[in-house]
């Protein structure tokens, strides 16, 4: 980890001489972005295997269980955006600071997202009673029901601290320290994968508790990976320069502004995921086997996808810097090489999705039930095809939107996700209960979604008004 006067410029320092030639090496050029980008990149995909392995080891223990832990992970997750959302916002703000050279302005930041976590725990208690209403009331049966509400309620006690990781882990991004980020979340993700193995299963004098055991090793992992951010952001040798210590108090106006930025940040991923949850919910109306493919299938694409946001927080911090330092042309060049990578990988991985699909569903074979495995392989191959097809999507809207939320331009984000996330809801809803529409429909329905978002993102940045957007006060 580097001291203070060396950190400080980590993002101002391009990795190659000024003049350096080559999209490889000139500055913002693809050596410098992957080196940013790198460490993101391995955190994401340290929370991926994580949420890999854990519906892999719910696999073996029931397949029912491993299709309840979508539905429930992914309305649990909605509950946390807004915060999460708003919170994340810290790392674009410590950026712009960054790049603008406002050290000392830091430490307030990060505490205004803190406060924002602490804030939203009682919240999270309160979702825990609602839980049997939602999932008891979609039409699944009422074994994965009940599967469902035992998960959320657990995964509820560990969401303050989602939140709160959010925003500490921004000191850290934002200021281009991504290694600190890196090995705090792959330590997390070990952790969880080992007490998932325990709890799950009842192993080494563990009590065997299925979902449950799940989402008690989630909650342990997550509240252990918030106490070590903030071990580190306090480090004797940050607390003169970035005012650690003395900034811990709450500040309205501050508050305000990271609410302006990051609200709609937040509300754009609410209604996202909140769609998504309720795809999901539909989905299961299909039938229980329907359900378990598309989680299967998802599970295997995350793999491709979530990686993916490690590019974007990449854009979003550079951007960030880049527009602090005034430099709004290498902020559209970091995004373009960003989108570049991101593509090459994507890309990869939808090859391998078509070509050798079995290999992602090895594991999940290995300690299934084999009837039960054999029941949903076919579709699942089927539902990789689509995976294959939006996952270049994907890489385009997440790179585009994270440019422009990097900049500040959040209020459209969020206006698009506002329009855009209640007409595959809709039609998925008339689907089902008019034109008698199949898995196959809905699969076609959310990629054409995703389509959607990187045409409108795609346009966005292309029209050029986020060059001009600041979300701090230049000195």
């Given at each position: 980890?580097?001291?203070?006067?060396?950190?400080?410029?980590?993002?101002?320092?391009?990795?190659?001489?000024?003049?350096?030639?080559?999209?490889?090496?000139?500055?913002?050029?693809?050596?410098?972005?992957?080196?940013?980008?790198?460490?993101?990149?391995?955190?994401?995909?340290?929370?991926?295997?994580?949420?890999?392995?854990?519906?892999?080891?719910?696999?073996?223990?029931?397949?029912?269980?491993?299709?309840?832990?979508?539905?429930?992970?992914?309305?649990?997750?909605?509950?946390?955006?807004?915060?999460?959302?708003?919170?994340?916002?810290?790392?674009?703000?410590?950026?712009?600071?960054?790049?603008?050279?406002?050290?000392?302005?830091?430490?307030?930041?990060?505490?205004?997202?803190?406060?924002?976590?602490?804030?939203?725990?009682?919240?999270?208690?309160?979702?825990?009673?609602?839980?049997?209403?939602?999932?008891?009331?979609?039409?699944?049966?009422?074994?994965?029901?009940?599967?469902?509400?035992?998960?959320?309620?657990?995964?509820?006690?560990?969401?303050?601290?989602?939140?709160?990781?959010?925003?500490?882990?921004?000191?850290?991004?934002?200021?281009?320290?991504?290694?600190?980020?890196?090995?705090?979340?792959?330590?997390?993700?070990?952790?969880?994968?080992?007490?998932?193995?325990?709890?799950?299963?009842?192993?080494?004098?563990?009590?065997?508790?299925?979902?449950?055991?799940?989402?008690?090793?989630?909650?342990?992992?997550?509240?252990?990976?918030?106490?070590?951010?903030?071990?580190?952001?306090?480090?004797?040798?940050?607390?003169?320069?970035?005012?650690?210590?003395?900034?811990?108090?709450?500040?309205?106006?501050?508050?305000?502004?990271?609410?302006?930025?990051?609200?709609?940040?937040?509300?754009?991923?609410?209604?996202?995921?909140?769609?998504?949850?309720?795809?999901?919910?539909?989905?299961?109306?299909l039938g229980g086997k329907e359900l378990a493919a598309t989680t299967?299938?998802?599970?295997?694409?995350?793999?491709?996808?979530?990686?993916?946001?490690?590019?974007?927080?990449?854009?979003?911090?550079?951007?960030?810097?880049?527009?602090?330092?005034?430099?709004?042309?290498?902020?559209?060049?970091?995004?373009?090489?960003?989108?570049?990578?991101?593509?090459?990988?994507?890309?990869?991985?939808?090859?391998?999705?078509?070509?050798?699909?079995?290999?992602?569903?090895?594991?999940?074979?290995?300690?299934?039930?084999?009837?039960?495995?054999?029941?949903?392989?076919?579709?699942?191959?089927?539902?990789?095809?689509?995976?294959?097809?939006?996952?270049?999507?994907?890489?385009?809207?997440?790179?585009?939107?994270?440019?422009?939320?990097?900049?500040?331009?959040?209020?459209?984000?969020?206006?698009?996700?506002?329009?855009?996330?209640?007409?595959?809801?809709?039609?998925?809803?008339?689907?089902?209960?008019?034109?008698?529409?199949?898995?196959?429909?809905?699969w076609f329905l959310v990629t054409s979604w995703i389509l959607a978002?990187?045409?409108?993102?795609?346009?966005?940045?292309?029209?050029?008004?986020?060059?001009?957007?600041?979300?701090?006060?230049?000195?």
């Amino acid at each position: 980890m580097t001291s203070d006067s060396e950190s400080v410029d980590v993002l101002q320092s391009p990795s190659a001489p000024p003049n350096a030639d080559g999209w490889w090496n000139r500055e913002c050029g693809g050596r410098e972005v992957l080196i940013l980008a790198l460490p993101l990149v391995v955190s994401t995909i340290s929370w991926t295997l994580m949420n890999f392995i854990d519906r892999t080891f719910l696999m073996w223990y029931a397949t029912e269980a491993m299709a309840a832990a979508m539905p429930a992970g992914a309305i649990s997750f909605t509950a946390i955006c807004l915060g999460m959302g708003i919170t994340s916002y810290v790392g674009t703000f410590v950026a712009q600071q960054h790049g603008a050279e406002q050290h000392a302005q830091m430490g307030a930041i990060v505490w205004q997202g803190v406060w924002v976590g602490v804030s939203c725990i009682p919240f999270f208690l309160m979702l825990r009673m609602v839980a049997p209403w939602v999932f008891f009331r979609v039409g699944h049966s009422i074994a994965l029901a009940e599967l469902e509400t035992s998960y959320f309620r657990i995964l509820m006690f560990g969401a303050g601290a989602v939140v709160i990781s959010s925003a500490l882990s921004g000191f850290f991004s934002g200021r281009g320290e991504t290694v600190v980020v890196m090995i705090v979340s792959a330590a997390a993700a070990v952790l969880n994968i080992g007490l998932d193995y325990l709890w799950i299963f009842g192993k080494f004098g563990f009590p065997e508790g299925g979902i449950v055991g799940a989402g008690i090793a989630t909650v342990v992992s997550e509240w252990c990976k918030a106490i070590v951010y903030l071990v580190l952001v306090f480090r004797r040798d940050r607390l003169g320069v970035f005012r650690i210590a003395t900034s811990c108090r709450f500040d309205a106006g501050l508050m305000r502004r990271l609410i302006r930025f990051g609200g709609p940040s937040g509300l754009q991923m609410f209604v996202e995921m909140g769609a998504f949850s309720a795809y999901l919910l539909l989905v299961g109306q299909l039938g229980g086997k329907e359900l378990a493919a598309t989680t299967l299938a998802f599970n295997v694409n995350s793999l491709a996808f979530i990686p993916l946001i490690g590019f974007g927080i990449a854009v979003s911090i550079i951007v960030g810097n880049q527009l602090g330092r005034g430099r709004d042309d290498l902020a559209e060049r970091a995004t373009w090489t960003t989108l570049t990578l991101a593509l090459w990988y994507s890309g990869a991985m939808g090859v391998l999705y078509l070509l050798t699909p079995d290999t992602f569903l090895l594991l999940h074979q290995m300690g299934a039930d084999q009837q039960e495995f054999e029941n949903v392989h076919d579709i699942t191959i089927v539902l990789l095809r689509f995976v294959a097809a939006y996952c270049l999507l994907d890489a385009v809207q997440i790179v585009f939107a994270s440019a422009i939320k990097g900049a500040g331009d959040t209020r459209f984000v969020l206006l698009t996700a506002m329009f855009l996330s209640p007409i595959p809801v809709g039609l998925g809803w008339i689907g089902i209960h008019y034109w008698d529409w199949g898995l196959i429909a809905f699969w076609f329905l959310v990629t054409s979604w995703i389509l959607a978002q990187s045409l409108v993102y795609g346009a966005r940045f292309l029209h050029g008004k986020w060059r001009s957007m600041r979300v701090i006060d230049i000195e």
